[in-house]
């Protein structure tokens, strides 16, 4: 069974860190382009940070400077590491590859 398994959430204040992790199981997605979404309280979801297979990455301008996205190949994992937040960066966050979501994770920033 394919699935993206994300950990690493929770709370905490801002100005504070977190890492989310999303571990790949079932398929190798090396070859594959992964990303972080998330979606606030009334809110549609949105495209975080992209990590190409090429090693290549993106963000969104929200978040720019203060994330970081990369990934293990060898754990078939991605990471997103937030420094910064911010109590706007409240969501669910997603890990997406090959068409494949995960279950999302809370993060929660009290100001």
């Known amino acids: 069974q394919v699935q993206l398994v994300e950990s690493g959430g929770g709370l905490v204040q801002a100005g504070g860190s977190l890492r989310l992790s999303c571990a790949a199981s079932?398929?190798?997605?090396?070859?594959?382009?992964m990303a972080w979404y998330r979606q606030g309280p009334g809110k549609q979801r949105e495209l975080v940070a992209r990590h190409t297979s090429g090693g290549a990455s993106d963000y969104a301008d929200s978040v720019k400077g203060r994330f970081t996205i990369f990934r293990d190949r060898a754990k078939n994992t991605v990471y997103l590491q937030m420094d910064s937040l911010k109590p706007e960066d409240t969501a669910v966050y997603y890990c997406?590859?090959?068409?494949?979501w995960g279950q999302g994770i809370q993060v929660t920033v009290s100001s």
């Open positions: 997406w590859a090959a068409s494949i």
């Open positions: 079932g398929r190798d997605f090396s070859t594959y382009p």
